[in-house]
């Protein structure tokens, strides 16, 4: 591509994301036929992915999904199709990446590098061949790995392999997720195939990072996968264009330029819960500017949801059960909403009662 450096502002950087992530509900029915798929939707705490899903209008079961623990060890809902590809590029690009991506209380078995991986996904292999308690799996692969991948558990009385460690090498392992309320079970996935041998389709990965979270930077997407920097432009992709975002440089796949300067501005409404891929961009100054909105939105523990009003957050929302069919949403705006904002929050709780298996939904909005 030839000419000058596209040159766009956040908003138009928003409006892109919006209509690129199908926030606009064009994409679906089925959840397995949403892009952000192609990235994978976290699903912490767990439900939220649904939520996620019906967001952009897609609900019910899809048999093409499967839960795993990909992006940053966390729980993700993916394509099964998808797996092999993924387990190899989320795997450490190097010893010093490996090295990087274990924090904790394990230095010497995180100086192990890439062999730390190794033996944990072998492990899992090992010992996860039907329906297991996930705590049953986690002494059993502590007992298979290196010791200097576990520590001394003084609650347990025992030695646990580091949760660092173990749910980042979950895939690898071939390990799928089974949640039943909130409890987790650990089962092997219905196609499993040997750990990687090296790292691979790292950058169609990047590619697609950039696709719907673009433009961005190496920082914003080594943040995202759980490396750094200078490992990420060793295998940085091919393609990409450079577009200044109120005048900093990022980047973008070439044939997405003209959907960035092109998209129109976002009239939506939207719940979007803790996690959404809208939220997951490690540019956080350019998606809330404020550094006290971040606050509150980006918790330590317990996030909330993001209220999404055409391409900005706007304040954030959060539920309480109460009781098995009656669902408490409380709406916090960082400023007054006008009456058609009201109404279309009041009709995207519905959604989210739904996605929750609730038929009954009281929302109230809390402006103090």
């Known amino acids: 591509m030839t000419g000058q450096t596209p040159q766009v502002d956040r908003r138009q950087v928003l409006a892109y994301r919006a209509a690129a992530q199908q926030l606009d509900r064009s994409g679906g029915p089925r959840p397995g036929d949403l892009a952000v798929l192609a990235l994978g939707v976290q699903d912490t705490p767990y439900g939220t992915a649904r939520q996620a899903l019906a967001a952009r209008g897609a609900t019910g079961p899809d048999d093409r999904l499967e839960l795993v623990w990909s992006m940053r060890g966390a729980p993700h809902l993916h394509r099964r199709a998808e797996l092999p ?18 924090p904790g209380q394990i230095g010497a078995g995180a100086r192990l590098g890439l062999a730390a991986f190794r033996a944990t996904a072998e492990a899992f292999q090992s010992v996860v061949t039907t329906e297991l308690e996930r705590g049953v799996v986690s002494r059993a692969v502590s007992d298979r790995v290196p010791s200097e991948l576990t520590y001394d558990c003084r609650v347990c009385q025992a030695r646990h392999i580091s949760g660092a460690v173990f749910q980042q090498a979950g895939l690898a392992g071939g390990v799928r997720l089974v949640v039943s309320g909130r409890a987790a079970r650990l089962a092997p996935l219905p196609e499993r195939t040997d750990p990687p041998t090296a790292a691979a389709h790292t950058a169609e990965l990047v590619t697609t990072y950039l696709r719907l979270l673009g433009p961005a930077t190496p920082a914003d997407a080594a943040g995202f996968l759980g490396s750094s920097t200078t490992e990420l432009r060793r295998v940085w992709p091919t393609g990409l264009v450079e577009v200044r975002v109120d005048g900093r440089p990022a980047w973008l796949p070439a044939d997405a330029v003209g959907a960035l ?108």
């Open 85 to 102: 590809a993924l387990a190899a590029a989320i795997w450490p690009l190097s010893d010093a990446d490996a090295t990087r991506r274990i």
């Open 261 to 368: 300067t092109n998209a129109p501005p976002p009239r939506l409404v939207r719940l979007l819960p803790p996690g959404d891929p809208f939220l997951a961009g490690r540019d956080r100054d350019l998606l809330v500017p404020e550094r006290e909105h971040q606050k509150q939105l980006w918790r330590a523990i317990g996030n909330p949801g993001a209220l999404l009003v055409d391409g900005e957050v706007i304040g954030t929302w959060r539920a309480r059960q109460a009781g098995k069919k009656r669902l408490e949403l409380t709406v916090t705006p960082w400023s007054p909403l006008s009456a058609r904002v009201r109404r279309d929050v009041d009709a995207e709780a519905a959604t989210v009662a739904a996605a929750r298996g609730v038929t009954d939904v009281r929302l109230q909005f809390d402006q103090s």
